[in-house]
């Protein structure tokens, strides 16, 4: 009675968490001062802003109140939801807060492009640029509305002095002029790239926690457990620094199943064996590398300011390790410190909660795949 219990829990987090593809990311906004006239390029997913999402307080679109407009919009063709935005250009403008000499800009729409994506499980990106008139020259400052969430903001044009940045949502930027503008320093960056990290992890990164937790359940005691986090550390911090730079590019739509597939072979082996092999940490080395491309995704999305990569890339890589510990130490003191000596531990728990979760990725690995 308690397996099917098990496994029925399993099953449905499972179609749960697979229909939930609509994480929040930052817009993304080029910035370019010009004799005369500010131009904004700003990318980020639209349907969030006309759907009325407040950014700022959800992690994922499906958790929305209003999520059933945002599937709507979604579900529109490429020209439908272009003209769509085209028509509520003023809605979306009055939260693009630019600000000349402390006045208000009035930003005039350029063009509009819509990618072209049919899996209408992932969202998609809209690119849109808008001019203001500056005859005065007046000092530059930008952001987004509070509902609008995040900005990465960097400045064109003004090269090395050109200001580049992650800004929290309502937060405006320091001034700016076509000379320039301070950006963050190393430190401000690195600091800024942790809670990223921690965020990719907890709540985010579902499939990274249920690869985190297969580890776990092997054993939870700390030697076996610190040989294998040590080995997943590893190789997904050389491929998170390879893919973040670009030295190395696969197809998400590859890395993706794999890390799915990753997850069900932890598991399935936790099932069958009951300590640490030699071999085991070698292959938890080769899923890290799977792992570590798919973090570099993430920084990608939010462009890491130029000049300023390698204290992001060492922030986000922090914050992704206290994300995996944090998971680690809320599985111990929920389960592992009570019950890891018990002889019922490995039966009732570690083998009903591995074969969950390979239950999940199994799905995953579908999804991903065929579905």
Known sequence: MRFFMWLKVFVLLAMS????????????ADLTISEGEVTLELGGNFESFLAGIDLSTVENTDDAANAADYDALRALSVEAFETRVREQFGTIAQNILIELGGETGVLTLNSVEV??????????????????????????????????????????????????????AGEMSPILTAAGGQSEGAWDTFVRYIPVGIEHIVPLGLDHI???????????RLKPLLWQVSAF?????????????GAVTVNP?????????SIVYVAV??????????WRPALIFAFGLLHGLGFSTVLGVYGIPEGQFLPALIGFNIGVELGQLIVIAVAFALVGYWFRDKAWYRPVIAIPASLGIAIIGAYWVLERTVL
């Open 253 to 261: 739509s590859i890395v993706e199943p794999l890390i799915a597939l």
């Open 115 to 168: 990618q072209d994506l049919s899996d209408l499980e992932l969202p998609r990106l809209t690119q849109m640029s808008a001019t203001i008139a500056n005859p005065e020259n007046a000092p530059v400052q930008a952001g987004l509305s509070q509902n609008y969430g995040q900005l990465i903001l960097r400045q064109q044009g003004a090269g090395e002095n050109g200001f580049a940045g992650l800004l929290g």
């Open 233 to 245: 550390t590893l190789a997904h911090t050389v491929t998170l620094a390879l893919g973040a730079t």
């Open 269 to 278: 082996e936790n099932i069958f064996t009951d300590g640490l092999s030699r």
């Open 210 to 220: 249920l690869f985190v937790l297969g580890l776990f359940f092997l054993a939870a």
């Open 17 to 28: 968490t697979a229909a939930s593809a609509h994480e929040v990311n930052p817009t993304v």
